[in-house]
């Protein structure tokens, strides 16, 4: 997994320290602070995890593991219209890997990674439970029902024009 | 209507399905709630003339019980509708999840008093016991009898765990509980802590269930402003609280050991059993993990009796069970049926039947760790034993109904997909035989494999199952085997012959224009994203096979039937 | 094991409180079913406008959300309970869809497309 | 204890209640196999994952099949450890195995030695029915160990070393599911971690994805360089172990055979690492009684415990873990690198010969000793006084290429005057060796008095932490001692708190010292085999007609001739070092 460069700022990292603080530095707390942490900084980049890991004083490497263990860390930056496609059986029967394939090929990027400008992330999501609206789309917190091929384009519309 | 001049006093409305397909065209007369079944158009002016202006029921088209062949009118009193029993949803969609006034209402926390005031909690796991509430997360295990494990383990502490870590693709039971009714599970969780002796009680939730995170927090803490949470509840001396633990998206932590790594922080790989969690489980003390539609189910239990619970269901599996309705169904949905009903009345009565009038061809049951069911299970009475035996499982409810167009090869790759990215890699045969199943199903879709790779994959599905270190594992190849077992001739069909019945699988499948069908319309041609369709308006048009990725496009544009997948 | 006397008290209280949530006669009732699947189709702005209206044209309602009803394909649902009438379920319902309910049955008593049956018992009718 | 009965493959055997199907299958001789178990015994470090499912036998009555590893028996359970359907699920999981598993058996460092390909020869697989996508992982070269993770087969023996037992933390399981491997933090190379290089994830490796960094080739080149006079340094701990690669049983003292060997192989002069060790004890031991006699004296600078520092791998520990208290380890080097200092000084004189024209190599049981030669302060003009460090597996290896039978070789003598040693510097290789090596010269120094008896029984053993008190005629001398780091860390941890009732502490990283070390043949996790090594190494401490390191004659002629005495100005700038902060401050990436 590559990472991102970047260099914490102090008030970064006291506000790390303060999430660890507020589940008493216990080890047992990683997950928690992790989504804390996730929360705060759109992802866990290495060395928001070392901080993570000094405080909680548990091994960089077992942060390191954890975070690779559960699909809803993620150690790269999103876009900022992250577009989730729900890839839950329900979904993929009624057409989800087609829908997937629209927004890659509109986006030209494959999932997981987002485009060149920052502005839109492709990941899959299992099953948010709206298997009544299959295929489902989320785009940041907003939920797209019975999406079809075609629909795809007016969905990445409604973002074209915000800068 | 209007001919008789009734349109001010009688209203003609369109609904929703009944979910009585099979004896549609259905019309309901309101207010009486009679049900006429089987209309035909010539039937309507009767039913005008008698029903709505004479106030007559037409007994003709009433609705006949077939069990004891008498006239039923009034749609409430119709075995369909008894189809449906609401105990674990027995909340949702009536009360405000997020007003504890309003469960307190509908019996809530009634229960728990009664458990606390009459009850030890020995004669509480025997009141569980005798309900016979099999644990509804998928394996079955009587809960009563886990509850029982718990309690007589001594330790200093304990715990209740609610393990509302759903990840079955297709599945939303639990969501809707916690959604709908939190307090039902909270209550359970109490009255579990009493029982065994624990004092503090989680619930392990998807992070990817904000709303229902949401409502338990709320319900959590209006629990514990009304002292239905917290020290000496309701003055019986006994402590109880409960805290939240988020999951972060990995599948295994269904699983219970696995859950109970994932709260200590720790990757979310099972343990061998034993120890099993009563004994040795959330920071190395007595444990018991019940699923949420479990816990739903325990306060009526104790408001019902157990003799009132056990008369629900078959012998073996008492009670309701929730399902996620869904895939290629009319009326997808979330539905609560006793034990022992069949597949085929959950699907064609109270699913209202496939999707745009197509073929049922399988339904698959327990997510990923299920297998699918055919026509020949369609009357097989749901319970756990049964589902078992028929090569799927009961898994936590979810329904998946799949029609002809469904490749059943396409569908256990889909399954094995899943598993692949979803097993720990702690064990080899999980780790690397799953992945070796999905390149084998895979090869098979493309057309690279041959007969000899059937029976390999039947062996190493076999050893999978054999040998794997927990559930995931044991049961990941049930989909495979399930659909070899009923679909073997497409198995056949795409190894030997190189074709996929059900026009899926892209590397067995061509797309071509049929010349009588094709009036030059150019729709195909303007969508085809590669443009390799060629041909002047109003020319027959031809696809370039080399060019052609099998999006699909054209064939969903064409209106005229033209372009067939070959 | 337990103090009774100080239970009953507490369960006392409880039925109070129940008394005091039942629905009162007379007022209209509106259940929108806010769980994942519906505030995804929409049901949140059906809510906020169901509320909103009510209040502007003077009906004496009670709006509230709860859970899933069961009923995925047609989200948003709403359940209204007009006082002396059997509950009704609306599928498909949109704003266009809500004023329509409130205009039509919550006025006028009649009927408008898109009624879902109730399809199962609860556990008081399965004595 | 309670017993029960079982019965396995038709033969009843009584257990205690609680054992595993796999021990009791042990009491009949019936050797299940396994690719991840293992016990370290005393070391109170059990690693049963159930994961490699190797050990999966079937059981009466049982749905699936039971890993024999992590399967409790019952009273009246029936057993088959190899049916027909535990015969085919065991190869397909191996065939599963090695589906993902580079085919470059010929050429890897592990061949022979490797307990995979054991176990395909055992189980007959003569070709794999599956074939698909293998695992790649970028190779990672550090100073000591190498990591090949393609080769790699989840086991997780090398994870559970490097936390539980070691609790250095470096390795963790990373990712799931068929991408999941062990790996440093962030995949990055161990170089770039806190790994100090103790070599037990090496050790217990089954595979070759564990290695450690090989300089036979660099080595041979210079044994072949006329210009070059090439001086080795052999540990005390390799004479005990080295035996096994020749299929001696564990515990075969061979010192005699491997001086020969040494001496075939071309080596100029073959001198004995015990010789430094004798002069560790000088310079150490010398500095205990300072520090001592200090503290005695009320001075309340002085800091106590003293804690050792001849283990390279438990100096990377505390440069990590503990930097702020390095002020606190003697500083004193290792033997390994007094011996480089004194080698290419004193006896580089001797003979004549420039610093660039000598190549010291050590023979060590360790894999840490290849990083602790590349240390920048161990460096003159760039020339380290070690020039590289071979482990015991690789002087096997070579002895083997040069096509010696090592069994019929003669016993011979080391060289002059750097071989010559005494029993308290053999007993360096072992838990508790060192301390009492200490203990003989400083109680003597100290009280003037000659001892009585000269073994201490109360500093042997293979607990994980000892204490012990030696009375130094009236003054009570309290000691402590721990192997594995993990034990380490707890003493650590005391003396920060303050609580902390020694006055000198013994540290060795690996367990049992460095009789189980990281280059030695592999224990594989066997307790048996390093207390056997152990048993040798005191049998050849009772043998030396000297066992006190103040007693031998070569080290009185070098303190004469050359250093002085103990910590003197020159003894300080060549037997003495200092200690780095190597915490990981900055959490930039590079």
Known sequence: MTSIKLKLKESEVQQLKEVARSFDNKPGELINVLHKAQEIFGYLPAEVQEVVASELNVSVAKVYGVVTFYSFFTMLPRGRYPISICTGTACYVRGAEKVLDEFKRLLKVPVGETTADGKFSITCLRCVGACGLAPVVMVGDKTYGRVTTDGVKGILKEYEDEV | MNAQDLQDEVQVVTTGCFGFCEKGPIVKVIPDNTFYVSVEPGDAGEIIAEHAIKGRRVDRLLYVDPTNKQQIADSRGMGFYKKQIRIALRNCGLIDPENIDEYLAADGYEAMGRVFAEMSPEEAIQEMIDSGLRGRGGGGFPAGIKWQIASKVEADQKYVVCNADEGDPGAFMDRSILEGDPHSVLEAMVINGYCIGATKGLIYIRAEYPLAINRLKIAIGQARDYGLLGKDILGSGFDFDVEIRYGAGAFVCGEETALIHSMEGERGEPTFKPPFPAQSGYLGKPTNVNNVETFANVPVIFNKGAKWFAGIGTEKSKGTKVFALAGKINNVGLIEVPMGITLREVIFEIGGGIKDGKKFKAVQTGGPSGGCLTEKHLDTPIDFDNLLSAGSMMGSGGMIVMDEDDCMVAVAKFYLDFTVEESCGKCSPCRIGNKRLYELLDNITKGQADKEDLENMRNLCGVIRDSSLCGLGQTSPNPVLSTMDNFMDEYIAHVEEDRCPSGVCKDLIRYEIIPENCVGCTACARNCPVNCIAGERKQLHVIDQSLCIKCNACFEKCKFNAVAII | ?127 | MELIKINIDNRTVEVEKGTTIFHAAKKLGIDIPTLCYMNLGDLNIEHKPGGCRVCVVEVEGRRNLAPACATECYDGMVVHSHSMRVLNARKTVLELILSDHPFDCLICAKSGTCDLQNMAIKMGVRSIPFQGEKSTYKPDFSPAIIREMDKCIMCRRCETMCNDFQTVGVLSGIHRGFESVVAPAFERDLDHSECTYCGQCVAVCPTGALTEVDHTTQLIRDLADPAKKVVVQTAPAVRAALGEAFGMEPGTLVTGKMVAALRRLGFDYVFDTDFAADLTIMEEGTELLDRLTRFLDGDKEVKLPMLTSCCPGWVNFFEYHFPDMRDIPSTARSPQQMFGAIAKTYFADQIETKRDEMVVVSVMPCVAKKYECTREEFKVDDNPDVDYSISTRELAMLIKRSNMDFASLPDEEFDMPMGESTGAAVIFGTTGGVIEAAVRTAYELHTGKTLEKIDFEQLRGIKGTRSASVDFDGVEIKIGIAHGLGQARKLLDDIKAGKSQYHAIEIMACPGGCVGGGGQPLHHGNPEIIKARQKAIYQEDAGKPIRKSHENPSIIKLYDEFLGKPMSEKAHHLLHTHYFDKKRKDVLLD
């Open chain 3, 1 to 127: 094991m337990a103090d009774l006397k100080k239970m009953k008290g507490e369960l006392q209280s409880k039925i109070a409180l129940r008394e005091k949530s039942d629905k009162p006669e007379g007022r209209v009732q509106v259940k929108v079913a806010m769980a994942t699947c519906g505030i995804a189709s929409g049901a949140k702005e059906v809510m906020e406008y169901m509320v909103d209206e009510m209040d502007k044209r003077n009906i004496d309602a009670i709006v509230t959300q709860t859970g899933c009803m069961g009923y995925c394909y047609a989200e948003p649902t709403i359940e209204v309970n007009l006082p002396g009438h059997e509950p009704l379920v609306f599928g498909y319902v949109d704003i266009k869809k809500a004023d329509e309910i409130i205009e039509k049955y919550i006025r006028n008593q009649e009927l408008v497309e898109g009624i879902i049956p109730m399809n199962y018992q609860t556990i008081e009718k399965n004595k």
